[in-house]
Each structure stands twice: as C-alpha cells, then as structure tokens.
C-alpha cells in the first residue's frame, strides 16, 4: 500500500475561489483541465459551512467550521459533493477532503448539542489555545465520545467515496485518534491516504510550554498517518526566502537532515512550498530560473509532490483565504507550464517508487545537493540553484563524468566535482 503514495501529485484546490461561480458544479467542469496534467489526487480545502461569530473577511475562513455532516450552500449540496467523486473517479483523479478536527466555529451545530466535547478553561468557559484563532473553539479529545463522532463523521465521506483526508493542525491532535479511525475505515477502502498538516518544532514547543499536548512527526507517522507536512523544517526555508541570505539556506539544509532522519523511512513528507496560508512561489523572486529550481527541489525529494491551484500557471497573486476572488488560470508562460507538467510526469515514473531516502549532501553557496538512494539503482542527483543567477556548484558528491538529465534529456560533464547550472538538474550517471 505505501507505494501507491511515493510517486503521486496533489492538487489543492479552493473551491470558492476556483471558478467565477465559486461552486462545486462549475468545478466539476474543470475536471478534464486538471486531469491534463497528470496529477493524482485533488485536495479539497474545507467545504463544509462557515460560522458567523468571529467570522473573519466577507465570507469567513474554511477552517472555522459549523456543521462537519453538511456542504456550504454557497458551493452546493452532497449530490453535488458526490457527483464531484464520481467524475473525479471517472477521470483516475481521486478525492481527499480536508477534515478541521481540533476546532470548530463558535456557533456550530456540535457545540450546541454536545458542549462537553470541548475544552473549557478554569472558569468554565470555552476557549481556543491559539489566540490568533479568534474565530474558533478548541475540541478536547480527551473525550472517547469526541473520537467516535468524528471517526463517523469520516466513515461518512469515506462511504460517499472520498479517497483521503488532510487533517488540519494534526499535531494537536492525540495519535491514537489517528490509529483507531484508520483501523476502522480500513476496512471499507484499504487504500485511504491520510496526510497530517505536522505544525513546525517551535509551536510544538509552545504548546508544551503552555501545559497542552503536541505531538511529534514520528508520532504521528507511527499512528496510521502516511503523509507529512514539512513544517518542522520550512521554518528557515522560509527564512531564505524572505532574505536570501545564505546562511538561512544552510540552516535549511540541516533542518531538512534532522526532519528526514527523525521518522521512520517509511514516513512520507510533502514539501508544498506554496499553499493557501503561504505567499505563491513565483512571488518570491522574479528570476524565472529561482523559481524552477524552488519548484524542482519539491518534487525531487522523497514524498508526495504538491501543487496549489493556479500555481502552474506562475500566477503571483496570492488567493485571500476570507473572501471570494476567483484565481487565475490563464497560461501566461507556456514553457513554464509545460515543465510543470514534466515535472509531474517525472515524479510519477517507476523510479520514485522504489526511492528509499532523500539525502541533502554538502554543497557550495546558494545551492542545495539532494541524493536519491534506491533499493535497485544507481543513485539521482538533484541539482538546485537558489543564486539568482548561474551558480558553479560543487559538491563532493558529484562525481566526475557524463550524466543525463532526466528533465531535459541533455547530457553534462562534471568536472573537479562541479557544474555550472542554471535550471535544475536530475542527473543520472551515464555508463
């Protein structure tokens, strides 16, 4: 079953914002679209109503939940929900939806019928743990009764045909949860896909400090989830991004090597560099080559590769997550586009299949190095340049000779342990 994940694309999309109508139905027309370019599985953000109280922006955030067993009215209904499955099914597209455990919105339909399936603090009153999150109420799922209505909750879109789940701050909530609703919808559909948003080292830290529990990747790899967010290093890529200093590019680096090295192998990480709470990538640098690379870097390494909608298209914009503002898909750059696409052909090859683990190897400034091990082959150099610029790359792990590179079909010389790059580079070393 795990290698059904290693070499698969995930496609989020915002239904609100996807189209100009905003809804499920006029969705579904852009089905065929999505299935040109080749991806495996589209990830829904939440679909389900929006509360009221607190409610940030026009139309409210996603993650601010009022009923889990309902479809906003705005985007349809569940004969529109499962008319988007079977089409999806139809085109080999699968489903995952998004599923906001830890939290719900302040006037939801769950707290008015069961209040003890919530935190309360020592006066007595609900609260949320993270004060940002002024819109919502925290969950307790120290309560069994919590943990069974919400594995049914999931048994429901499981038996509606929903291939998997994304669960939101998932480090928040206890693995065990994770374990028992896996055992159980295993059994309708032995191939669901569970993808944990893992939160960054240091909110796991805080939230200890604050007396509440947070658990780590390895927890939560250990209790049935198959997928990871690379939170817990993206703290100093983003960093990098912001700055472009090296120094945050080798913090990086080390980050990645601890991220990696502290889960079992068979754990997965997905490193959306762009999502809906994050900047686009083309946004970060206006060099075309810096973005490519950035772009490459994420599908190379070990795990899912991950685009947010519109992100092949190069659109800048970011789409605000409280209003209503469709995206856009205009293809402003064909040449772009198409290596998108390549690269997720690339990933979908036999030969991430069989990847056993990602290595970043010691490199010169301004670039990363990735080697990819596998059971049966030569290893994959990935070859990253994040100068702005053409970068001489040197690397004690590149070792001199011929190479192809799997993205262009061309072949380099490696000389003295170097060469010079301006795209990316998959190198595999000619015989």
């Known amino acids: 079953m795990f290698k059904l994940y290693k070499n698969e694309t995930v496609y989020q999309v915002f239904i609100r914002n996807y189209t100009k109508e905003g809804s499920i139905s006029a969705f579904i027309k852009k089905l065929d679209y999505i299935q040109s370019l080749g991806v495996s599985y589209i990830q829904l953000l939440p679909v ?3 509360g009221k109280i607190g409610r940030k922006g026009s139309y409210g955030s996603p993650y601010s939940i009022q009923d ?7 985007l349809g209904n569940f004969d529109d929900l499962a008319l988007l499955i079977k089409e999806a099914h139809q085109r080999n597209l699968k489903i995952i939806m998004d599923m906001v455990f830890n939290h719900t919105s302040k006037d939801s339909l769950l707290l008015k019928e069961h209040p003890d399936y919530y935190l309360h603090n020592q006066k007595g009153d609900f609260f949320c743990k993270c004060a940002d999150w002024s819109d919502v109420y925290d969950l307790d799922h120290n309560n069994p009764a919590l943990e069974e209505y919400l594995c049914n909750v999931l048994l429901k879109y499981v038996n509606l045909g929903v291939d998997g789940f ?9 693995p065990s949860f994770f374990k028992m609703s896996k055992e159980r919808i295993m059994k309708i559909n032995p191939d669901i896909l569970y993808i944990a948003e893992a939160v960054d080292a240091g909110f796991i830290n805080y939230m200890r400090s604050q007396g509440f529990a947070a658990y780590s990747n390895q927890e939560l790899a250990a209790s049935g989830i198959d997928v990871l967010y690379h939170y817990s290093s993206w703290h100093w890529l ?3 991004l912001a700055d472009k200093t090296n120094s945050n590019l080798e913090e990086y680096k080390a980050a990645f090597t601890v991220e990696t090295s502290s889960i079992n192998n068979n754990a997965l990480i997905m490193r959306a560099i762009e999502n809906h709470d994050y900047p686009r990538l083309a946004s970060y640098s206006k060099n075309d080559s810096f973005t490519r690379n950035l772009l490459a870097f994420s599908f190379f390494t070990k795990g899912l590769a991950f685009i947010y909608g519109g992100e092949e298209c190069k659109d800048t914009k970011t789409c605000p997550l409280f209003e209503k503002e469709p995206i856009n898909l205009t293809i402003h750059d064909q040449d772009y586009f198409s290596f ?4 997720i052909s690339l ?7 069989d990847l056993m683990i990602s290595n970043m190897e010691d490199s010169s400034p301004y670039s990363m190095v990735v080697t990819n091990y596998f ?3 030569e290893p994959i150099i990935g070859i990253f340049n994040l100068k702005e610029e053409n970068n001489l790359i040197s690397s004690s792990r590149l070792t001199d000779g011929n190479y192809l590179d799997l993205l262009t079909h061309k072949e380099y010389l490696i000389k003295n342990h170097s060469v010079l790059v301006d795209r990316p580079l998959f190198l595999e070393k000619k015989n």
Do not use: G
Not at 68 to 74: C, F, G, M, R, V
Not at 340 to 343: A, G, T
Not at 347 to 353: A, D, G, P, Q, R
């Open 48 to 50: 389900h109503p929006i």
């Open 68 to 74: 889990y067993l309902a479809i906003s009215a705005d």
């Open 166 to 174: 994304r669960f939101d701050v998932a480090s928040l909530i206890k």
């Open 238 to 240: 983003k960093k990098f």
């Open 340 to 343: 998108v696409k390549e690269l």
């Open 347 to 353: 990933k979908k090859k036999e030969l991430s299949v």
């Open 375 to 377: 059971s049966n082959k």
